[in-house]
């Protein structure tokens, strides 16, 4: 199968969303124009065959993920997405891989009214990176260096699930917690003149959580460890201490972090019934550097690393 | 060596040209702010080792090779870059490497003012994806859907240059084509309101110059092989029945292809002195549909496919 074949069969989709993108596919680049008073955001991230997925996964799941990935990180910025870009590389094109991979990516796509504006097909090792940019009010984005001491630490839903799914095969809910992560993008747009910071959760709760730590003014957290949301799968199937464990420092968990003024926080209980999670406050925001887990010792204090790539 | 000092050491820079960047590397997205009355255009390409380029190549040519290939796209559209997303995947990470790569890809992107807004650094094989978001006056794109009957086709420089390389090693002039494309930007603001189409010839000459008669209508072309500017070590080492084939269907040569209403192009004599090409006319839009080389026999005729992947 050709190139330009491969795109006009899988990945030219008519868009009745496009407000904002003169010019799609097609082209040597997209024609976009921002709205008044907007700011853009774009956000990227790629996927790699045997890093972020198995070559035995289903291909609806690889596009969806692929896309969602990114979604999420437009979700911890309070953003809304628009276009997107694929960059796909392929060993060889399989019509059902593709078909398949390409059913994936347009359901999230379209759920969300994201169009895909352009991108690149090239022949190599099954890899993807997928660009999104999406839209918010100018000045009112959700970064992660806002904390200030005294603000309330909340995740938007229970963690480790993913991490979980890698420990124990034939979990069918945890399963699709790693193949299919639902970007908070309702809850994002919940936080804009809530929150301080967000993140994104995809290198481990810990880790994250250090980023908004140090970004906001090298600030410490005390996290009570009893109040973390875990799935009920991962502690039956690994039991408490080790779906602690992962929901501390696994990856690919998606949920948001962010941090609330506690005057802020009956806010939270008030979330329109359209919002797609129920945040649940995990610890707080102190002066005194570095990250302390109470309820399960002392051994997390500074530790919170999760996943890096490492060479 | 961790993701993240990697970023720090290698790919966070002091940017001082970043008006309208209002976050860029170190949050979950950029924050950038469209100008008023622009058009924001995003073009992405994906680099694969072994296919676009070899291993042994010099890292700095990797680097600046992965920005220009997307800042001709750029160029195509007639707009200017501003910012730009890397992801970078990495089967190992080698200090003199990156240090190298890095330096090639910052020596473009300070030449053009384009900033460094973010990007992912994944393990696995090595491939790069680059994101060029640029701008032009609203509604002014170049595209390739204006060519019209009677427009003159003019190519921006020598072609078939980096197809040459391929063939014969040690012609340092001809591997610098290849290794180190010149996006023509200059030109592209030039023919801002005076080319009706524009492309940038990535795929080899004629297949590039069919999209734009496609795109345009289904139009055709007469081009006349003897216009086709060639370059001097191509024709000495291939012989010219050679250097012209690699003019008319090899890739990677980075020019722009456009077209021009006869009435306009004294303009293209007169382009300033800034401008970074010579454009050369070597055909004719006509309505009879394909494309005729003429002063090589017709063999040519509806041949005009150039290089696209195939699996």
Known sequence: MREFDLINRFFRRPSPYASGVDVGIGDDGAVLSASPGMDTIVVTDTSVEGVHFRSDQSPHAIGYRALA????DIAAMGALPRWATLNLTLPHADPEWLSAFADGFFEL????AVTLVGGDTTRGPLTM???????VARGASLLRSGA????????SGPLGGAAAALECSNQANLERVLQYPTPRLMLGQSLLGVATSAIDISDGFLADLQH???QSGNLGANIDASNLPLFDA???SLGREKA????????????????????KLP???????DVDSSPICVGKVVSKGGCRVHGIGDRYERSGQGYQHEW
């Open 244 to 263: 602690l464990d992962l929901a501390l420092r696994g990856g690919d968990d998606y949920e948001l972090c962010f941090t609330v003024p506690p005057e």
């Open 129 to 135: 990176t997928v660009t999104v940019g999406g839209e």
């Open 109 to 112: 796509a379209d759920q969300w």
């Open 267 to 273: 806010l939270m209980k008030q979330l329109k019934s």
């Open 69 to 72: 990935v990114n979604l999420s």
């Open 148 to 155: 200030r001491v005294g603000d309330m630490i909340l995740v």
């Open 212 to 214: 908004i730590l140090d």
């Open 234 to 236: 991962a502690v039956q």
